[in-house]
């Protein structure tokens, strides 16, 4: 098994950035990606950005260049840096990490005002 934490989220005006950052603990030697995804209200959760075991990332197309998937290994932590936040970015952003099957985070609140 493997447990993350978030943290990070907040409110922030629109044009701002925020960092957000996924802590793992347990069997983290088995993690073959993670990822950062998203939840507005009503909407289904999707995908933000992962970032592989070998280090390989990947965006939604729609946040390319706004949004910066990272990791420090040595302290097994993923972040998001969002720049230029849009109302629209609002969401809950949930860590995932994928082993055999994905475990999530409790996930981190992000609201951008207009």
């Known amino acids: 098994q493997v447990q993350l934490v978030e943290s990070g989220g907040g409110l922030v005006q629109a044009g701002g950035s925020l960092r957000l950052s996924c802590a793992a603990s347990g069997n983290i030697f088995k993690i073959n990606a993670m990822g ?3 939840q507005a209200p009503g ?3 999707e995908l933000v950005a992962t970032i592989t075991s070998g280090g390989i990332t990947n965006y939604a197309d729609s946040l390319k260049g706004r949004f910066t998937i990272s990791r420090d290994m040595s302290k097994n932590t993923v972040y998001l840096q969002m720049n ?3 109302p629209e970015d609002t969401a809950v952003y949930y860590c995932g990490a994928t082993l055999y099957r994905i475990y999530w985070g409790q ?8």
């Open 84 to 86: 230029s936040l849009k």
């Open 43 to 45: 909407k289904q959760r």
């Open 107 to 114: 996930g981190t609140q992000v609201t951008v005002s207009s």
């Open 36 to 38: 950062w995804y998203r």
